[in-house]
């Protein structure tokens, strides 16, 4: 059973381009998060999603950012208009239920670097 | 409110040593989860504590939790170099459906 997968693993954009970064779940799960790393800080909550639907997006900056979970497909966080600021690593979660009591495995994270 | 404070942030013992890490929250959850990351890499769950536990061991982990005072330690036993990570608790409040993660703490194993 393969673990989340995350591409790019590793992204360069030059300001004003946008991102735009790939999460396949595991097998059977339908639930994903989505996080944000900084350097040397902890992992930030930035979306959770449902197939097709958006649950939680208390932690998405109100703009340029975007999140999407198809109904066939992966999952896709979208930045558009990259700062320097954008650049963290983004890490991709799921589950097969409700987060409450269950395991959230990550993936590999995809490094975004904005020049 | 910020949610799984760990502390300290950054510890280095010997190889052999046993290391203990902190956390501590500030509102009622329902679990609270250890994460290991290995530098430039994802994170990989350790244990995970229900509310309604006190203690749970893993192999070399032992991971305690005291609701009454919102804290929760993590002990590695007998540790190695290749312990050497950052380690993270994580909590998911009641209600929510978000774990919320705290800052880290960076371990250093020295050979």
């Known amino acids: 059973n393969a673990g989340v997968m995350q591409n790019p693993r590793h992204l360069v954009r030059r300001r004003g381009q946008e991102a735009r970064l790939r999460c396949s779940p595991m097998?059977?799960?339908?639930?994903v998060y989505w996080y944000r790393q900084l350097p040397e800080e902890g992992l930030k909550f930035m979306v959770y999603l449902q197939k097709e639907n958006i649950i939680d997006e208390s932690g998405m900056p109100k703009e340029r950012f975007s999140a999407e979970f198809p109904k066939e497909g992966p999952s896709i966080l979208r930045i558009q208009q990259v700062v320097r600021g954008d650049s963290a690593a983004y890490f991709c979660?799921?589950?097969?239920?409700?987060?409450?009591?269950?395991?959230?495995?990550f993936g590999e994270g995809s490094w975004l670097t904005v020049v | 409110s910020q949610q799984g404070e760990e502390d300290p942030q950054a510890l280095s013992i010997q190889e052999g040593e046993n290391a203990t890490m902190n956390c501590s929250y500030k509102?009622?959850?329902?679990?609270l989860q250890w994460y290991r990351q290995n530098s430039g890499r994802g994170l990989v769950h350790l244990i995970l504590i229900r509310s309604n536990e006190r203690e749970k061991h893993s192999g070399r982990l032992r991971v305690t939790l005291d609701t009454s005072k919102k804290s929760s330690s993590l002990l590695i036993t007998a540790s190695r170099a290749a312990d050497t990570a950052s380690y993270f608790c994580?909590?998911?409040?009641?209600?929510?459906?978000?774990?919320?993660f705290g800052q880290g703490t960076r371990l250093t194993i020295n050979p």
């Open positions: 509102t009622s959850i329902n679990n």
């Open positions: 097998k059977g799960h339908s639930h």
């Open positions: 979660a799921s589950s097969p239920n409700q987060i409450s009591g269950n395991t959230i495995y």
């Open positions: 994580a909590t998911d409040a009641a209600g929510a459906q978000k774990l919320v």
